[in-house]
C-alpha cells in the first residue's frame, strides 16, 4: 500500500478496544492485543497511546494501523538482515481465518510462534532523551563513558547497544550492560542481537536520511523457534519504538522536534499533570496534530 492509501484508510475515531474476536485473547500490552490462532498468533494493534507509562483515555485514530502497515514496510527492507515474524502470505492467512473485515486486517499481523527474548534491545546514535540526562550527571550512557563536551542531541562517536531489562506490566524498564546480557540470553545469543541490533539501526538510519529524516534512537525485538532460529518480532522502526527527526531543523544544542507521541508529552507536561493514573482527556487540535506527526513519517519513508 501506498502512503495515501494508507492515509485513506484511516478510521474518523480511534479504536481503543478489539472484542468479539472468535480467538482467545492471550495478552493485552499499552498498544496491541495478541490472540492465540492455534498454529500462529495475531497481533492487532489498536489506536491507544501511552505517556509516562499510563494508558491515555483518548486514542489517535488510525496509529495502529500506520504502525503496523510501517512494520510491514520495514520487515520487507530487513529480510537480508534478519527472518521476521510475518507469516509469508498475509493476505492468504487473513481469508483462510475469516478475518474479512478491512479495519482489522490494517493494523493486524498473523505470526509465528515465537519465544520472545527477556531483553529489550535499544540502539542509540544520538544523545538524547535518558541518554542525555545520563550524561549530564555522570558523563556515561548506560555505563558506557563518552567523550567530554558533547551537547544535547549530538551526534554519538560510534551508535551505541544500551539493552534494558522487560518489567513486568506497570514498572520500568532497567538498562543492563553486556555482561548482564549475556547473563540473561547466553553470551553467543547476546553477541549475534547486539550485531544484529547495530546493523538494523544501521539500516534504518541510512534509509531514513534518503527520507528527510534522522532516526536518533530505536527499539528492537527479537524472539526464537524451537530449534533456536532468531528472528525480529514485534514492531519495527516506527514512531512508537524510534525517535525520528526531521533532518531539515535538526540542530544539537536543543531537543529536536520528533515524529512521535513527544507532541503529547509536551502538553501533559504543560498542564501539569503528575503522570499518574488517570490520565487526563486529549484536547481534539492535540489528537489531530499528533495523528499528522505520524502521518508524516509514514509519507517520508513510503513516498
Given at each position: 500500500?501506498?502512503?495515501?492509501?494508507?492515509?485513506?484508510?484511516?478510521?474518523?475515531?480511534?479504536?481503543?478496544?478489539?472484542?468479539?474476536?472468535?480467538?482467545p485473547?492471550?495478552?493485552?500490552?499499552?498498544?496491541?492485543?495478541?490472540?492465540?490462532?492455534?498454529?500462529?498468533?495475531?497481533?492487532a494493534?489498536?489506536?491507544?497511546?501511552?505517556?509516562?507509562?499510563?494508558?491515555?483515555?483518548?486514542?489517535?485514530?488510525?496509529?495502529?494501523?500506520?504502525?503496523?502497515?510501517?512494520?510491514?514496510?520495514?520487515?520487507?527492507?530487513?529480510?537480508?538482515?534478519?527472518?521476521?515474524?510475518?507469516?509469508?502470505?498475509?493476505?492468504?492467512?487473513?481469508?483462510?481465518?475469516?478475518?474479512?473485515?478491512?479495519?482489522?486486517?490494517?493494523?493486524?499481523?498473523?505470526?509465528?510462534?515465537?519465544?520472545?527474548?527477556?531483553?529489550?534491545?535499544?540502539?542509540?546514535?544520538?544523545?538524547?532523551?535518558?541518554?542525555?540526562?545520563?550524561?549530564?550527571?555522570?558523563?556515561?550512557?548506560?555505563?558506557?563513558?563518552?567523550?567530554?563536551?558533547?551537547?544535547?542531541?549530538?551526534?554519538?562517536?560510534?551508535?551505541?547497544?544500551?539493552?534494558?531489562?522487560?518489567?513486568?506490566?506497570?514498572?520500568?524498564?532497567?538498562?543492563?550492560n553486556?555482561?548482564?546480557?549475556?547473563?540473561?540470553?547466553?553470551?553467543?545469543?547476546?553477541?549475534?542481537v547486539?550485531?544484529?541490533?547495530?546493523?538494523?539501526?544501521?539500516?534504518?538510519?541510512?534509509?531514513?536520511?534518503?527520507?528527510?529524516?534522522?532516526?536518533?534512537?530505536?527499539?528492537?525485538?527479537?524472539?526464537?523457534?524451537?530449534?533456536?532460529?532468531?528472528?525480529?518480532?514485534?514492531?519495527?522502526?516506527?514512531?512508537?519504538?524510534?525517535?525520528?527527526?526531521?533532518?531539515?531543523?535538526y540542530?544539537?544544542?536543543?531537543?529536536?522536534?520528533?515524529y512521535?507521541?513527544?507532541?503529547?508529552?509536551?502538553?501533559?507536561?504543560?498542564?501539569?499533570?503528575?503522570?499518574?493514573?488517570?490520565?487526563?482527556?486529549?484536547?481534539?487540535?492535540?489528537?489531530r496534530?499528533?495523528?499528522?506527526?505520524?502521518?508524516?513519517?509514514?509519507?517520508?519513508?513510503?513516498?
Amino acid at each position: 500500500m501506498t502512503s495515501a492509501q494508507i492515509a485513506a484508510a484511516l478510521p474518523a475515531t480511534a479504536v481503543t478496544t478489539l472484542d468479539g474476536l472468535p480467538f482467545p485473547k492471550i495478552a493485552s500490552g499499552k498498544v496491541r492485543e495478541i490472540f492465540d490462532l492455534g498454529d500462529a498468533l495475531l497481533l492487532a494493534a489498536t489506536d491507544r497511546l501511552s505517556a509516562f507509562d499510563v494508558i491515555l483515555p483518548d486514542g489517535i485514530p488510525g496509529k495502529g494501523i500506520v504502525l503496523t502497515q510501517l512494520s510491514n514496510w520495514w520487515f520487507a527492507q530487513t529480510t537480508a538482515l534478519l527472518p521476521n515474524h510475518l507469516l509469508p502470505d498475509q493476505p492468504g492467512e487473513f481469508a483462510r481465518r475469516g478475518l474479512t473485515d478491512r479495519d482489522l486486517q490494517l493494523r493486524s499481523m498473523i505470526v509465528k510462534k515465537l519465544r520472545p527474548l527477556t531483553i529489550e534491545c535499544v540502539v542509540r546514535g544520538y544523545l538524547v532523551g535518558s541518554g542525555w540526562s545520563s550524561y549530564q550527571k555522570t558523563g556515561d550512557v548506560c555505563g558506557i563513558q563518552l567523550p567530554a563536551g558533547l551537547r544535547q542531541a549530538d551526534r554519538l562517536p560510534v551508535p551505541l547497544f544500551t539493552p534494558t531489562t522487560k518489567a513486568p506490566k506497570g514498572q520500568h524498564d532497567e538498562p543492563i550492560n553486556d555482561a548482564q546480557g549475556a547473563a540473561t540470553v547466553g553470551p553467543a545469543l547476546y553477541e549475534k542481537v547486539k550485531a544484529t541490533s547495530l546493523a538494523l539501526y544501521q539500516l534504518g538510519h541510512d534509509r531514513a536520511a534518503q527520507a528527510g529524516m534522522i532516526l536518533a534512537d530505536t527499539k528492537f525485538e527479537f524472539g526464537t523457534d524451537a530449534a533456536g532460529k532468531l528472528y525480529l518480532i514485534d514492531e519495527v522502526l516506527t514512531p512508537d519504538s524510534s525517535r525520528y527527526w526531521p533532518a531539515d531543523s535538526y540542530a544539537p544544542g536543543q531537543s529536536p522536534p520528533s515524529y512521535d507521541k513527544q507532541f503529547v508529552r509536551d502538553h501533559l507536561l504543560a498542564i501539569k499533570w503528575n503522570q499518574q493514573p488517570p490520565a487526563p482527556r486529549l484536547p481534539a487540535d492535540v489528537i489531530r496534530r499528533t495523528q499528522e506527526k505520524y502521518l508524516a513519517a509514514l509519507k517520508n519513508l513510503l513516498g
